[in-house]
């Protein structure tokens, strides 16, 4: 059975930080990407930044400079520090795991709130 257990989202003042974290386990393929999602009321569900199992990175505009993302091979964890967070970072933020069999097998997380107030 297929497991992405998110955990790290909460409510946090402008400027703060919040750690995200994503465990996936279950997967019987081979995982190649790993990312972080945001969905914010009203828009549609973005690329905030992802990994490759290689390490390469790949992060959004809006972000770069204030996140990093990074991830546990052994673990199958993947994580999001967000630094100097802004109001407009408030969304609810879901994990991605890409894994190759075959074919492209696409893995999403339930989604963790973020809220950042002003």
């Known amino acids: 059975q297929v497991q992405l257990v998110e955990s790290g989202g909460g409510l946090v003042q402008a400027g703060g930080s919040l750690r995200l974290s994503c465990a996936a386990s279950?997967?019987?393929?081979?995982?190649?990407?790993m990312g972080w999602y945001r969905q914010a009321p009203g828009k549609q569900r973005e690329l905030v930044a992802s990994i490759t199992s290689g390490g390469s990175t790949n992060y959004a505009d809006s972000v770069k400079g204030r996140f990093t993302i990074s991830r546990d091979g052994a673990k199958n964890t993947v994580y999001l520090q967000m630094n100097s967070l802004k109001p407009e970072d408030t969304a609810d933020y879901y994990c991605n795991v890409v894994a190759l069999g075959l074919i492209k097998h696409d893995y999403w997380g339930q989604g963790t709130q973020v809220t950042v107030s002003s």
């Open positions: 279950g997967i019987p393929f081979s995982i190649n990407v």
